[in-house]
């Protein structure tokens, strides 16, 4: 049974650096099936996609936040992570994890973190 | 960019009637659309994907059709747990992931 858990600080100083681990369990951030996600959801909007990475090292981030988004695998620890840069109000959002389907056999078996919220506030 | 504008935004209905959502989108994306339901307090949960496939342990009164730009989910018998929102979501546009504002279905 595969379960991805947030973590990190529920609150972030405007400018500073917001930081997010997905910890995996019942799978490999190793495996070249899934591409491990991260998603958001400002207070009572809809969802965002903010990028992933591939056990081969391939990372894709929107294009928004591009300049400003790092995610990364650790595979000793079976986590990956999320890292923002100077963050502001506008980046306050529910953050989840997600495996996502790297392709049709294996994308029916899409997992979600219950998400962790993050508030920017000084 | 390709956006996706789901109809409508709130629809009530009635446990036991047949749902049926929309999802546009601005330009052709094949079949790479998926269907999300959200429970309130609850993370999104796959539906359908590759516009008519259901996802792992999903009830066959879920359904998604369509290609192109036009898409549909319909739920055939609402259960009292189907009161949600639901998001579409394309992968036409890849390696960019893109959501629709979301439908809420609610309770008549």
């Known amino acids: 049974h595969v379960q991805l858990q947030e973590s990190g600080p529920g609150l972030v100083k405007p400018s500073q650096t917001l930081s997010l681990t997905c910890t995996v369990s019942g799978d490999s951030v190793n495996s070249g099936r899934f591409y491990w996600t991260w998603f958001r959801q400002h207070p009572g909007k809809a969802l965002e996609w903010i990028g992933y990475s591939y056990y081969s090292g391939a990372t894709f981030y929107t294009p928004s936040l591009e300049s400003r988004v790092t995610i990364s695998l650790d595979t000793s620890r079976n986590q990956f992570s999320l890292r923002l840069k100077s963050v502001t109000a506008a980046d306050t959002a529910v953050y989840h994890c997600a495996r996502v389907g790297a392709y049709s056999e294996v994308r029916g078996d899409e997992t979600w973190g219950q998400g962790t919220l993050v508030t920017v506030s000084s | 960019e390709i956006v996706l504008t789901q109809s409508p935004a709130t629809v009530f209905l009635y446990p036991g009637e047949r749902a049926t959502l929309s999802c546009r989108a601005s330009?052709?994306?094949?079949?790479?659309l998926a269907w999300y339901q959200q429970r309130p307090g609850q993370a999104p949960r796959l539906l359908i994907y590759e516009a008519s496939i259901r996802a792992t342990g999903i009830p066959p009164r879920f359904s998604g059709s369509g290609s192109g730009t036009d898409f549909t989910l319909t739920i055939s018998s609402l259960e009292p747990e189907d009161f949600a929102v639901y998001y579409c979501q394309q992968r036409g546009d890849w390696p960019v992931l893109s959501f629709g504002g979301g439908t809420k279905v609610e309770i008549k």
């Open positions: 330009q052709s994306i094949t079949n790479f």
